[in-house]
């Protein structure tokens, strides 16, 4: 049985929430739009997410604030989480954002934290247990994966400019768009981090998950750019449901 029947990879800027955004908000529009159309889709069938991200795996709590970010936003992973705390990683405020753009209070969001500098052969691993850990789940699961790209496509981006960005980028909008499972695995970690890519390790995880969970997906690139000098994709997979799971 089919468990993890889609994926929603998204990146996660703070700026993806209107009130961090403030002057920013109509510049971004059309990523925000992109992220809230694939969480929505997630959410169609799937009313418990896994949400795979940066992060450290000792950060346990299920509420948390964009407070560190400009703006006290309270946003939360289950519907009765306890009251927010200060650890949760950016990647899981931004999933219990999209979480509660959904029109589903019922929905529940499971954390699972990628420890940046995970290497890719770990990162395949974590993915396999992560998908073995769900194949007794009854009901379908969305798998919504969080990262940017490189940070570093213009002289103005965080990482300054570096030319191997576009190419970078160019092939991960194309694995993702396939999906090329075997391409993302592949990505490589040192070239990642001299290029400030914040999306590697929960690109790896989310492929590595996927290989596991269907023989055979489907996939549409919703949207690709890089304002600011930061890429940002956005795709949605869906298993073709009627092949094997492997």
Do not use: N
């Amino acid at each position: 049985m089919v468990v993890i029947v889609r994926v929603a990879v998204v990146p996660h800027p703070p700026i993806l929430v209107p009130e961090v955004a403030a002057g920013a908000a109509g510049e971004i529009a059309v990523l925000r739009e992109a992220c809230l159309v694939a969480a929505r889709a997630l959410a169609s069938d799937c009313r418990h997410w896994v949400a795979v991200g940066a992060g450290d795996p000792a950060a346990t709590g299920t509420a948390g604030t964009m407070r560190g970010y400009g703006a006290d936003v309270v946003v939360a992973l289950t519907p009765d989480s306890a009251p927010p705390r200060d650890d949760l990683p950016l990647s899981m405020l931004v999933a219990s954002w999209l979480r509660a753009q959904v029109d589903d209070p019922g929905l529940v969001v499971s954390p699972a934290p990628v420890p940046p500098g995970t290497t890719p052969a770990d990162c395949a691993r974590i993915g396999r247990e992560l998908a073995a850990g769900l194949a007794g789940t009854a009901e379908p699961v969305g798998l919504l994966v969080l990262g940017d790209g490189a940070a570093t496509h213009t002289v103005r981006a965080p990482g300054y400019f570096d030319p191997r960005a576009g190419g970078f980028d160019a092939r991960i909008a194309a694995a993702l768009a396939s999906p090329d499972l075997g391409a993302l695995l592949a990505v490589d970690a040192g070239l990642s981090d001299e290029l400030g890519v914040a999306g590697r390790e929960a690109w790896q995880v989310g492929a590595a998950v996927a290989q596991a969970s269907a023989s055979r997906w489907r996939g549409k690139l919703l949207h690709s750019a890089a304002p600011y000098g930061v890429a940002y994709h956005v795709a949605l997979w869906e298993a073709a449901l009627g092949e094997a799971a492997r």
